[in-house]
Every structure is written in structure tokens, then in C-alpha cells.
């Protein structure tokens, strides 16, 4: 039974759910500067909520290769004012804040942030994970190696799947000791991945189903899709929609993706063949 708590309410992750991605960033690889306004991204969130997104991922540091890094207070003042405008408009969200720093995650949890998304899985803040732990709330932990300024030089492994299986087997183990409950995986497709690490990656994320967590895909519109076909990441859904199929098959129960609607239908459409 995958299942995992959110604000009390316990969410059955054997059936497949979706994750809505709104970035805060100016310079995001698909969205970056497109949600300027409160009316905006209400607007945007009220959308993927009705198109049926279960989680809602709010990011304000831009983690696409060679990013800038900000400070801080620059991603505390982006994300804290939107939070705060979200939950009051929709009381009931369930909101997942991407981040890899342990003060804005403590701060957005406070504020009623539900879960937290890492994409560093505490390697870049070590007070991550004993903040999990206090405050007891869903962790998504992703793999990368590196900083989202290197990781494209950081694409070296003895052996990749087995590799990330004890890359999260230590991070389990450590996260367990400290009493945290509600874990989840993410294999961090385009992160420190070079384009065919990324697909046999794909092909082998059943393998990652032996550790006993729900995995969360990452997808949607990525530079593994659009460089091999050749086109713009504005044309890449179709391919999105393809690689998500695939993910679902390989054991995925949590889709995070830009394009809500066309996520949800793949998982009905898959439910129904089954």
C-alpha cells in the first residue's frame, strides 16, 4: 500500500496521481516569467486544479542546467506572498513547495505548504532532513549529482541504476533513523543525466519499485524529449504524453508535469486498458 499524509488527510498513491507545476522564476526552461500577476497564477492554479491536479508544486529557484543561483531571501520573497495568496483562495490545497533549502521549506510549511520537493535530496542544505523530521510532513527526494550550475559536468557513474538505487538507499536509511514517514523518489530526469542516460533510465525505473517508496516522474517538456525529436520544448507534449505512458507502466504513481489535463487522461486511459 503506497499511500502518503498530507495535512491528515491520507492520499492512496496506487492509483497514479498529478502533480501541477507553477514556477515563481523569471528564467524557467518552459514557464519562466509567465505568471507575473495574483490574478495570474489564481488563474493558473485554478485551471490545473479543475483539470484535476491532486498536488499543486510552487518553485521560486530555477533549477534548469546552468541557472543562476539566488539568494535566500530572494526565493523567500518570491514564494512566502504567493503561498500565502494560494491557500487563501484555496483553502483545501494541497501544496508541494520545490526547494532544497530547509528555511524557506520550515516557512512554507508553516504557512499551510503541505509537502516539500528537494531536488538536492539535503545534500545541499544539511539541515534538510532533520527539518523533515520535525516537521513531519511528505518528502520528495530527488537524485542529482552536483548543483544545477555543474550538473552537466557531473554525468559520470560506475554503474547509473545501481548508482541512484544506493544513492537513495543511504538517504532511506538516514531519513528512517530520524523518524520521517512519508517518503518519495524521484530519479531527477535531466539532472546530471546525458540524453541516453535519461532513456535507460526510463526503461529501468521498474527497478526502482524494489524500494518500497512511490516514485514521482519528472517529464514533462524536458530537454530529453525536444533535443532528440528535434523541436522547441512549446512542441514537446505529445512527447511528454508518450514518456508519462511509459513512466505509469514502470510504476509511477506521481506525474509532475506542466499540461494537468493531458497527464490525467493518460492515467485514465491506462486505468481502463488495465
Sequence with gaps: MKSINCKGTLIDLNSPKVMGILN???DSFYDGG???SDKE???????????GATFIDIGAYS????????SEETELSRII???KIVIDNFPEILISIDTFRSKVAKQCIAIGASMINDISAGSMDTNMFTTIAEMQVPYIMMHMQGTPQN?????????LIQDIIYYFSKKINQLRNLGVNDLILDVGFGFSKTLDQNYELLHNLNLFTNLNLPILSGLSRKSMLYNYLNITNKEALNATTVVNTVA?????NILRVHDVKEAV???????KVK
Excluded at 497564477?41 to 483539470?51: C, H, N, P, S, T
Excluded at 533549477?63 to 539566488?70: D, F, T
Excluded at 487522461?265 to 486505468?271: F, N, V
Design 248 to 252: 505509469l507502466q514502470q510504476g509511477s
Design 41 to 51: 497564477i489564481l488563474f493558473q492554479i485554478e485551471k490545473m486544479l479543475k483539470d
Design 24 to 26: 515563481l522564476t523569471p
Design 151 to 159: 550538473m552537466r559536468q557531473k554525468v559520470v557513474y560506475h554503474d
Design 81 to 83: 506572498p504567493v503561498l
Design 34 to 36: 509567465k505568471y507575473k
Design 265 to 271: 487522461e493518460t492515467i485514465k486511459i491506462l486505468k
Design 63 to 70: 533549477s534548469r542546467p546552468g541557472a543562476k543561483n539566488i
